[in-house]
């Protein structure tokens, strides 16, 4: 079975913290160490790398999920009226974005992979990869770059900046109207938003290429193969055929 290549848009799911050392990788003498309440810093030297090779509780489930989907020969996707819209109004988003920064960016087709990762970036740039995330109402909208943080977006990204060789990444958060099918029962002032300053409808978060972090990719991405192709495993030998 070939590895599996993930994607940057599910990277996030992988890359979370670890409670506590994969049990699989601990020796009497480390599993000591590990009960420490205070540990020396050459001990918590000794124990970050394995830390670092554990998965989290909630990377295992997102990996049961893949290991599934492997064996049964389906892909569980996900829809809601959110995404929808984001689908719906890309191209009204990326105008958007052009109008305020007086820019000619246009969506990317292109798919770039390398041994751990594949993605698919909306906008490349000289010198960055822009992502567009078309907001559901001014009520969701974030105004600032604090409130546009999200470590899942980050990571997407730290796979585009490596995948296209750039030295940063920006989500750009755009408001435009929602499409009326899409409003239903919710307050249509929220939804129709074309009259707001254009130059208040783009929040930006820019995050700069970290070469330490894609080391990190790797590690997490080659553990995630190994928990995967295990429970690949276990599956296949509690069905057999």
């Not at 890309?90 to 041994?115: G, M, P, T, W």
């Not at 783009?202 to 070469?211: E, N, S």
Request: one cysteine or more; proline letters at 4%.
């Amino acid at each position: 079975m070939k590895p599996f290549k993930f994607r940057a848009s599910s990277l996030g799911r992988i890359m979370t913290d670890a409670q506590s050392i994969d049990p699989a990788l601990l020796t009497d003498d480390i599993a000591a160490i590990a009960r420490k309440t205070k540990k020396t810093d050459e001990e918590k030297a000794m124990l970050a790398p394995l830390k670092e090779q554990s998965l989290s509780a909630g990377a295992k489930t997102y990996l049961d999920q893949l290991a599934k989907e492997f064996v049964y020969g389906y892909e569980q996707t996900f829809s809601s009226k959110f995404t929808e819209k984001g689908q719906m109004v890309e191209q009204d988003s990326i105008d958007l974005y052009n109008s305020v920064f007086f820019s000619s960016a246009e969506k990317n087709a292109e798919r770039r992979d390398n041994e751990w990762i594949t993605g698919e970036c909306d906008i490349v740039q000289p010198n960055r990869i822009t992502d567009i995330k078309s907001a559901w109402s001014l009520a969701t909208f974030p105004a600032t770059a604090a409130q546009a943080h999200d470590n899942d977006y980050e990571w997407q990204g730290r796979a585009y900046m490596w995948l296209w060789d750039k030295p940063e990444f920006e989500v750009a958060w755009c408001l435009v109207d929602t499409p009326p099918d899409l409003i239903g029962y919710e307050d249509e002032s929220l939804h129709y938003v074309s009259h707001i300053n254009p130059a208040l409808r783009v929040t930006r978060v820019l995050y700069q290429r970290d070469l330490a972090a894609e080391e990190r990719i790797k590690i997490k991405v080659q553990a995630a193969n190994a928990y995967i192709e295990k429970t690949i495993r276990e599956i296949v030998e509690q069905h057999p055929v």
